[in-house]
């Protein structure tokens, strides 16, 4: 099995994050505002967001190990 880039995985994790906040802003226009979903939905997204970020510093920080050996 093909290991995957540490690139990848934070393109996958910030297209997961992004669609968390298109449901999250779907649910709030359907409601009358934030509810407990909405709020729980913007949690995950911004979970998301912060490990798609650590992926692409991993991914940097690994690059420059390939530069300097």
Same mark, same amino acid.
């Given at each position: 099995m093909k290991e995957r880039s540490?690139? $990848?995985?934070?393109? *996958?994790? $910030?297209?997961?994050?992004v669609i968390l906040v298109v449901f999250a802003? =779907?649910?709030m226009g359907q409601t009358e505002g934030w509810d407990f979903w909405t @709020? *729980? #939905?913007? @949690?995950?997204?911004? #979970?998301d967001? #912060?490990?798609a970020f650590k992926y692409f510093s991993m991914?940097? =920080?690994? =690059?420059?190990?390939?530069? %300097? %050996?």
């Open positions: 540490a690139k $990848f995985y934070g393109y *996958l994790y $910030f297209t997961f994050g802003t =779907q649910a @709020i *729980l #939905l913007m @949690i995950f997204a911004a #979970l967001f #912060l490990i991914h940097k =920080q690994a =690059q420059k190990g390939k530069e %300097n %050996n």
